[in-house]
């Protein structure tokens, strides 16, 4: 059995760290070759350290426009998973999906008929939804026609089934042939009660995934969420946007959990007319749906529609290297970063093309980097590990699904999962933003790897937008595998936070998914990201090299899954939560 406490957390700068077990020392490690090596395509030497100037040159690259925005299915993903790959041969890594770099991800893409319009029935009331204005619908089902008829409307709160939180919106009730309609959020949202669910905090149960999921697993025949401005995190032209025009997902043979036939969203006004008319009074029974005990309500009302959608079949890859462990080489650490931006389409300044250099570029770069420091370490770390750059984040999360549906190593031998998603080049800070903080003991090794840089870990800005839900740890979150994702933090060791926030202001309002999105060697300041690579480098090898099996705290959604993945294995008496993550 290897030695399982707290890997000692020094030499956080550019070469990466021998551990070895209790009473073992501690020595700087011996690189695999201390040659550089010249990139395949460009004529820079990279280092074995993690270093700004490698970070850049392998932003400069993939976010060039000679990748037209890594748009999936396009020439773009070509010479992005091709790069990718070149890049993880010279690192030294191995092909992780048996002899293949690539795992194929199939997608199906799905366009809805926007002249569609959705007919509610409320006693001898009619109305007339129109798509997009009114309402948005889509279907997964992958067939041409997706329909309703007379469908019966039953309000369901939350639409929440929290066994831990002893809170069960569907109660006693069979919605088979029915359309379910709720709201977007948690109980605990609009009457800012911190004591019910997670207050402002957006738990797994408000996001609008597991909203659909949940009412597609009790049969419900379709689900329609009310939208809010404040609820959402967003107006209704984002979703107008984000669920008009093609979408993507996995085909359903690929994907066994149970799907709706149909679902969507429904504006405030809509769903206040629909209630009116059935006698009822939405903000009264927002208000109902805030409190325990809360029961569905008949809407007296029915919903049909007949849905008509092109389909096709596509397919794009995930780019995966392995670094064998040496003595538990069955056994894995994941970091991951997804590659896929927006491709190139017509935009109002005249530039087409969608770069991406913060979202994905650097998390790419940075995946790179900390393969590289890890190929060179010595001795070999004792787990494996496995660098995944997955495909279709912004189309839903289908890669990092697809790859969790299809893991190339069990995800019951998956000790943690670290997820590289958008870091800011904005400079050093004095904090790092861990999203959904406080859900795993990953973070126990974070803090461990911050404190010794003189950093401390801080929860996001805005916790009621559910941002850890978004990025592609939710894939290996929800079947139970914790996960940890980190955004770089604002508190600037120049400025603090003031000018961390004026930053983050200016990049979401004039480059998040637009052309500006570039990479600008005058402008970056790329020692923060550097050292937010080099914790999460010894998060990764404080877990490669020691026997924790991390868990997720007490009342978390993702706890069950995880306890059911391998039998609890006894810890020493003496063993602390921060040096023994529970197994």
């Not at 929440?160 to 569907?170: F, I, K, L, T």
């Not at 929800?478 to 994702?485: C, D, E, N, Q």
């Not at 202001?505 to 500006?516: L, T």
């Amino acid at each position: 059995m290897r030695n399982a406490l707290l890997l000692p957390l020094f030499a956080l700068a550019l070469c990466a760290c021998t551990h070895r077990g209790e009473g073992a020392s501690v020595e700087a490690d011996t690189p695999r070759d201390t040659r550089t090596v010249t990139a395949e395509a460009g004529d820079h030497a990279f280092s074995p350290a993690i270093t700004a100037g490698d970070f850049a040159e392998q932003v400069r690259i993939l976010s060039s426009d000679a990748f037209g925005g890594r748009g999936p299915g396009s020439a773009g993903e070509e010479k992005t998973v091709d790069y990718i790959r070149s890049q993880f041969a010279r690192i030294g890594l191995q092909p992780g999906n048996g002899g293949s770099w690539f795992q194929t991800v199939p997608m199906l893409e799905t366009t809805a008929d926007p002249n569609t319009a959705l007919h509610l029935a409320i006693g001898d009331v009619r109305q007339e939804l129109a798509y997009g204005s009114d309402m948005i619908a889509w279907t997964r089902s992958g067939k041409p026609l997706a329909s309703l008829e007379d469908s019966p409307l039953v309000f369901v709160g939350y639409g929440v089934d929290a066994p831990e939180r002893g809170w069960n919106d569907y109660a006693d009730l069979d919605v088979s042939g029915k359309t379910v309609v709720m709201l977007v959020n948690d109980p605990g949202f609009h009457v800012n009660d911190p004591n019910l669910f997670d207050g402002k905090r957006m738990t797994l149960y408000g996001r609008w995934t597991y909203k659909f999921d949940e009412a597609a697993r009790r049969g419900a025949a379709a689900a329609l969420i009310i939208h809010d401005d404040k609820g959402a995190a967003y107006g209704w032209d984002v979703v107008k946007n984000s669920w008009s025009g093609p979408q993507y997902d996995l085909p359903p043979e690929d994907d066994p959990a149970p799907r709706l036939p149909l679902q969507g969203w429904i504006t405030q006004a809509a769903a206040e007319a629909l209630f009116k008319a059935a006698g009822l009074n939405l903000a009264t029974l927002r208000a109902a749906a805030s409190r325990p005990g809360f029961k569905p309500v008949p809407l007296n009302a029915s919903a049909s529609l007949a849905l008509r959608s092109r389909t096709a079949r596509k397919t794009s890859r995930n780019v995966l290297g392995l670094l064998p462990g040496r003595d538990a080489a069955d056994e894995a650490v994941v970091y991951m970063a997804h590659w896929d931006h927006l491709g190139t389409h017509p935009d109002e300044s005249g530039d087409n093309i969608y770069n991406g250099a913060v979202d994905n570029a650097t998390g790419v770069a940075g995946l790179l980097e900390i393969a590289e420091a890890f190929a060179n370490a010595r001795p070999r770390q004792a787990r494996s590990i496995l660098f995944l750059a997955v495909t279709l984040e912004e189309s839903g999360l289908l890669g990092s699904s697809y790859y969790v549906a299809h893991p190339v190593i069990p995800l019951a031998r998956t000790a943690g999962v670290i997820n590289i998603d958008a870091l800011e080049p904005i400079g050093r800070a004095s904090d790092l933003v861990v999203v959904g903080k406080g859900g795993s003991q990953l973070e126990d090794l974070l803090q461990a790897a911050l404190t010794r840089q003189n950093r401390r870990m801080v929860d996001e800005s805005d916790v009621t937008a559910g941002y850890y839900f978004r990025s592609d740890h939710f894939s290996f979150a929800r079947a139970g595998v914790p996960a940890l994702y980190v955004n770089s933090g604002g508190d600037l060791r120049n400025g603090g936070s003031a000018a961390g926030q004026a930053a983050s202001r200016d990049y979401g309002e004039h480059r998040y998914h637009k052309p500006g999105d570039q990479f600008d060697p005058a402008t970056w300041k790329l020692d923060g990201i550097v050292e937010d690579l080099q914790a999460l480098y010894a998060v990764g090898a404080n877990l490669a090299n020691g026997d924790q099996w991390p868990n997720w705290r007490e009342g978390s959604p993702f706890k069950a899954a995880r306890d059911a993945m391998r039998p609890p294995v006894p810890q020493p008496a003496s063993a602390s939560a921060t040096t023994q993550p529970g197994r």
